[in-house]
């Protein structure tokens, strides 16, 4: 029975294939009937990315269960000696993909229908999904590293589309643009990288690859530096996918997207094909140190930089962006540091609470919009909330268990991914080992800086006449409540006080169509209280003390046998040392937070007022979005200019001048031709007699 299962693997991808040209043939066909037919659309799409989950999740029982790797594959192309397959693979790793990227996608479409119902595009929107899903699974099974690089623009592609779904809307066009050119620039690097590994090695497949480039090496046939160079030019696709150091920058504007797509990209699709493609070329980089070095120092200080930026964003959505581009720094430097299981299982958790968190975001704005409106700058800025829990307890709660998961606070699904990634590098390099521990705690302060400006203390969203001081720098000190506002009352904070202002005042504006947010409807709270489970319990497969997830996940180069006996060796002590240190400085962030933004004992505009070139180097995103504008966006249009200066001067001069000169002899020649034959002669004569006396003379 099982064997059949595999046989049919490859309708994982081809399901939601299938779903979105159909969906897509429809709307381009019979646009109007397709989009009156909404949910039935939505339902058969969902649906079938349900038959896809079913699958996946059939095949990883199976996996599990001991059932041996299995690949399937046809001659796709041939010349000569070369020959190139195509098909799909099954294993451990692309098992547990499966299943994270199909659950997770399900449960989004599933929300989707709650946030996007008022969308007219709603149907569109379903297709791109589909489309996207489908990709993202196939670059999963993909047997080999061109099969990876289809699926891997397939995706990119996927992710324009999406990113630029509202492309009415100029921010979100440019971000579509931003996202799609920063990926091409690591796709670049990537392709270099696999032809140069085929020009070495004269194959496409993760394992031959390895075993042959480390023979070539060891023989002296190809130089190390080459070596490090074409495993570094493959390295620069996942640093552009998984938004590294100096690629980031696309990822917080990919927020223009609906919020729907901001949950899939940031959590199991997009950003975790480069850790997957990392993990799938294992085999090369494991045997490069220098490689190595460079994969763990960028995740390290990705971790740190997107983590430093995080603090200070005011955008609940741009907050959980730059969050995701440090947990990714956390994954990138574990797979750096030889922590290969530790580094997967940080993604499957993570993808389970960052869903959540975006989908609570999510959840947040949809209840925002009905107070203040359909402006995302309104909607989305946290300086305007607070209080939500009052209004929307399921969101908070689970928003709640999202920021205690990516806290590390046990026994939350983050804590054991990120603590076994800390331990790792601690062996590995105490220095990265230091900036990991730091991250961790900048990450426990922005969440709960997160959690508490959006979920406690009063409703500020209904009070339209401060919402200009609340947009000012001073905004953070009226939300601590360090700054009297008019409508709050003197004292600011005090809160019997508040809430009777609170109570008695209305107000008229004409933003939203109601007071008070309220909770979302069903198909937004299923999904999140469904992905809270994982993100409280996932965590519990992996625990030191008996680590399940290392004992099916493990490096290509590594046996079971070996795994089995480096668990053997787990030292509680050490565990409990280095655990009671990461959750200490986690603790002391939500302390921090909490003392800012819940008690208002601290007041975070004094202090940012006193180190204001570091709380403006934050705030800008350490100026890389103003340095790439200046140096490549201006810089290639002056670049562009000169060579079309060049073009229009010199290229169409010579080809004008061409012209021109034909013109002028066609229009000289003319007048001698006029068909009278002594006229002819007597140009004859006089040619000949120019040539006696030239030579003549001569």
């Not at 709603?122 to 196939?138: K, T």
């Not at 409106?373 to 709640?400: C, S, V």
């Not at 806290?407 to 390099?429: R, V, Y």
């Amino acid at each position: 029975m099982m064997e059949v299962i595999y046989q049919y693997a490859w309708l994982i991808p081809v399901l939601p294939l299938f779903g979105a040209m159909l969906v897509g043939l429809g709307l381009i066909s019979f646009n109007q009937e397709t989009n009156r037919l909404r949910q039935m659309n939505a339902a058969f799409i969902i649906s079938l990315m349900g038959a896809a989950m079913a699958l996946s999740i059939a095949l990883l029982w199976s996996q599990i269960q001991g059932h041996a790797s299995y690949t399937r594959t046809l001659e796709w192309a041939a010349a000569g000696n070369f020959h190139l397959n195509m098909g799909y693979s099954i294993d451990h790793l692309a098992a547990l993909m499966l299943v994270i990227v199909t659950t997770v996608a399900f449960l989004v479409m599933v929300y989707t229908d709650g946030y996007m119902a008022h969308d007219p595009d709603y149907v569109r929107f379903y297709a791109y999904l589909s489309l996207f899903g489908s990709s993202m699974l196939g670059l999963v099974v993909s047997p080999n590293i061109v099969q990876i690089y289809i699926f891997w623009e397939l995706v990119g592609m996927c992710s324009y589309l999406l990113v630029g779904f509202w492309y009415d809307r100029k921010a979100a066009a440019d971000a579509a643009q931003k996202a799609f050119v920063t990926n091409r620039v690591g796709d670049f690097g990537l392709l270099l990288g696999i032809l140069g590994l085929f020009w070495a090695t004269g194959s496409f497949e993760f394992d031959v690859i390895g075993d042959r480039l480390t023979e070539l090496v060891r023989t002296g046939s190809l130089s190390n530096v080459l070596a490090v160079l074409f495993a570094i030019l493959v390295f620069l696709g996942p640093v552009a996918k998984s938004a590294q150091f100096p690629l980031q920058v696309w990822l917080p504007d990919a927020m223009e997207g609906p919020t729907p797509i901001s949950a899939l990209i940031h959590a199991a699709t997009m950003v975790a094909a480069g850790v997957f493609l990392i993990a799938r070329m294992y085999p090369v980089f494991e045997y490069i140190p220098a490689v190595m070095n460079v994969i763990a120092f960028t995740g390290a200080f990705t971790a740190f930089l997107g983590a430093s930026i995080a603090i200070t964003q005011n955008d609940i959505k741009k907050g959980l962006a730059y969050s995701t581009i440090s947990q990714l720094g956390y994954m990138v430097m574990a797979m750096g540091v030889g922590a290969y299981s530790a580094g997967l299982f940080h993604l499957m958790t993570h993808a389970y609470f960052k869903a959540m968190l975006f989908l609570g975001s999510g959840s947040v704005i949809h209840g925002m919009e009905a107070v203040v409106g359909h402006d995302p700058a309104l909607a989305q800025d946290m300086r305007l909330m607070g209080a939500l829990r009052k209004y929307m307890p399921m969101t908070a709660t689970t928003f709640l268990i999202g920021c205690l998961a990516i806290s590390g606070i046990p026994p939350f699904a983050g804590f054991w991914s990120k603590d076994e990634i800390l331990g790792k590098t601690f062996e590995a390099n105490p220095f990265l080992w230091g900036v990991g521990w730091l991250t961790a705690g900048i990450t426990a302060f922005y969440m709960f800086r997160m959690y508490f400006t959006t979920f406690e203390g009063q409703f500020r969203g209904n009070k339209s006449e401060i919402w200009q001081r609340l947009k000012s720098p001073q905004g953070m000190a009226i939300v601590a409540g360090f700054e009297p506002a008019h409508a709050f009352g003197p004292g600011a904070m005090t809160k019997g006080e508040l809430e009777a202002t609170a109570e008695h005042h209305h107000d008229d504006h004409d933003h939203g169509h109601s007071e008070y947010p309220h909770e979302s409807p069903w198909t937004m709270t299923l999904p999140l209280l469904v992905l809270a489970i994982p993100s409280m319990l996932i965590g519990l497969v992996g625990t030191p003390y008996a680590n399940y997830f290392e004992e099916f996940i493990f490096s290509p180069n590594e046996t079971l046998e070996e795994v089995v006996e480096k668990a053997a060796l787990f030292n509680p002590n050490e565990f409990y040392i280095m655990a009671g240190g990461s959750v200490g400085i986690s603790l002391i962030g939500i302390t921090l937070a909490s003392l800012m933004y819940l008690w208002g004992k601290i007041n975070p505009v004094a202090i940012a007022t006193k180190i204001k070139p570091l709380y403006e180097l934050s705030l800008n995103k350490w100026y890389f979005d103003d340095i790439y504008h200046r140096v490549f966006v201006i810089g290639l249009r002056r670049l562009a200019r000169q060579v079309m200066e060049v073009d229009f001067r010199v290229v169409d001069g010579a080809v004008n001048l061409t012209g021109f000169f034909t013109l002028i002899s066609g229009e000289g020649l003319k007048y001698l031709e006029n068909g009278r034959a002594q006229f002819y002669a007597l140009i004859v004569f006089g040619a000949v007699l120019g040539l006696v006396i030239v030579f003549g003379v001569t």
